[in-house]
């Protein structure tokens, strides 16, 4: 039976780095005979200036029959002045939460051959390797009412609601336990139960769901706090489960730990193994066209989306390595460049994984 | 005319730090012929112990009465199972609230002294020198509505409030510009314009009132690229102003490059030049009693009081300037100690600043 993948660049430096992941993604699918089918659609401002809107009814409805979806990156200063519902970030959200991909699985993870990339002292990140689990369909960035009013005595406001029911809460949850099984047993739940009722409650599932994982030790933290201990001592942590909004802020800090976000991937899992694939950096407008991004954490998302969601785990296992080796070669992007090492382009570093392969 | 002087030493550490704050007060007030006047009073678990409540009515109107407030730390794991209303929290947020401070002034500054205890390496951090300003009297920590109820299907769910008012947004745009001209006139609003509605109007409100700005350079940035480059590069920064939530996330995170948050006061004011004044770092709970916690946030705050809300600049400069030779001269309390320093208790730490006063 074929597996269908809808691959997505979208904007910036989307295209080059999906060119080179799908030629990785090609090579594997030849040589692991996985019979996977490549479809290519439009999403974020690639979308809108094809057809007027972030998300066409074409793009959604292949996502909604594809296994897996490859995505690049959305947006660009290019679409700043759009009103907020045709703006090329409503195409992701608009994926995120028409598929139900309310697992975002986001690993931050130091290369131990980019120690040096790191803004922090090596002895804090060498061997870094966290995991946060962040729910992506719903939390503030879903939650009704929103908007901007005029209040009768005439001013302004602006409003967002944020919102967690229990069963949502639950299923992370799930997701989060399981994912501390499988690593070190260790799950970290970060919110503002001091201040903030929503996650008083979302304190209080996750203490019960914990009480199924009886192997893994659940502790909490107040969001402030966890943006503390990440630039303090990163590596107490193994899981953390979050909330769409801190896991939004949180993710992007534990990445940046590592200084080499252009390495990371990640996932956004339904309850149906369908999942989208994107590295974890944005579309990088500023060096968009200029063929020198980094292609890696595009590739490294290709072998996240062959083990979770085409049941291909030895291909994946054949990429990382690859990509391994490749680091282990000296070979570096201009983002992960250091003394002593080759800088290459974006297509020479995905032919050089290729050539690892 | 005297002055008054409310000062709430709260729990954990706080009555040890405060006690040491209010001898170097004492002595500037002796020694400046300031007249300033001292009250005691309760707040938080403290005041929750005595009276059954975190923010007592005797509390609160000597607050008002006050035209400072010394302010130790509140919380505790002995109040944790309390309902939100009686937390020790509310005091402090009913304070702020009560009080109308809605300007919150955090400092992030890499003590030179002190650029070994950074987990970052020292290229990116010496010289660091932030000036975070937050809302702190709006937001989601006071929108209504909120709470946890059950739907109609039975579900339960928790909700809260992020919700801004031109007004509010204008008030704070004022005194982050205000401070930037006094700095190195860069300002960076941080928001998520990019998904919350609330902080589009945020935003737009930022840009209109730079126009009455010329000299400062507004930039904007989304919260979590807010929180990688406070990580990757934080000296491209000079003054950042953001709402109360993201305010909190980032201001710890950026008190922690520097590595001594038991360094770092802060200030939070209302449009009188009423303020409460505060160490940056919490009760710490697990150290309080054992004379070892760091008083020198809260001798800063003291300087910081001096010169925001009582008009006595030089005193300010005095302490200031103490605390800089006691760190020349090698003292040091167990949060910031490194090889080759002495190691010093709360009340030695206070007592070298005294002397070197
Ligand atoms: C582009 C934006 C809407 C998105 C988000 O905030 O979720 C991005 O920052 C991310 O983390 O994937
Ligand atoms: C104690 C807590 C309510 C408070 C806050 O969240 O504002 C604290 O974290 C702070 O930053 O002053």
């Not at 879903?142 to 209040?151: A, H, K, L, S, V």
């Not at 967002?160 to 229990?166: A, L």
């Not at 030895?314 to 680091?327: M, P, T």
Request: charged letters at 20%; proline letters at 4%; a negative charge.
């Amino acid at each position: 039976m074929s597996k269908n993948v809808l691959v997505l660049p979208g904007d910036g430096i989307g295209p080059e780095i999906v060119a080179e992941a799908v030629k990785v993604l090609e090579w594997v699918n030849d040589r692991f005979g996985l019979n996977i089918e490549l479809n290519e659609g439009l999403v974020g401002g690639a979308a809108i200036d094809a057809t007027g809107g972030p998300l066409p009814e074409a793009t959604l409805n292949a996502a909604r029959n594809a296994d897996a979806i490859l995505l690049g990156a959305v947006g660009g200063h290019k679409w700043d002045k759009l009103e907020m519902a045709l703006r090329p970030e409503k195409g992701l959200l608009g994926l995120r939460s028409n598929l139900n991909l309310f697992a975002n699985l986001r690993p931050a993870i130091l290369y131990p051959q980019l120690a040096a990339a790191s803004s922090l002292r090596p002895e804090i990140v060498s061997g870094l390797d966290i995991l946060i689990v962040r729910e992506l369909t719903g939390g503030i960035y879903f939650g009704e009412p929103r908007g901007i009013r005029t209040r009768e005595d005439g001013v302004r406001e602006g409003y967002n609601t944020y919102i967690y029911s229990e069963p949502e809460i639950e299923r992370i949850a799930h997701v989060a336990f399981q994912a501390a099984q499988k690593r070190n047993k260790r799950l970290c739940s970060v919110d503002k139960a001091n201040v903030l009722e929503v996650t008083v409650l979302w304190r209080e599932v996750m203490t019960r769901v914990g009480a199924e994982y009886p192997d893994v030790e659940l502790s909490h933290m107040y969001v402030d706090n966890a943006a503390m201990q990440l630039v303090r001592a990163p590596k107490q942590f193994d899981v953390m489960v979050t909330g769409n909004m801190f896991g939004d802020i949180l993710s992007d800090c534990a990445a940046m730990l590592t200084g080499s976000i252009g390495m990371l991937p990640s996932a956004s899992l339904n309850d149906q193994q369908q999942g989208m694939y994107e590295p974890i950096h944005g579309s990088a407008p500023d060096i968009a066209g200029q063929g020198i991004a980094n292609p890696l954490a595009t590739i490294l998302s290709v072998a996240m989306m062959l083990r979770y969601s085409l049941q291909a785990a030895a291909a994946a296992d054949a990429i990382e390595d690859a990509v391994s080796r490749v680091l282990d070669a000296g070979l570096r992007t201009a983002d992960i460049m250091s003394e002593g090492a080759r800088k290459v382009t974006t297509a020479e570093m995905g032919q050089a994984v290729l050539k690892a392969l």
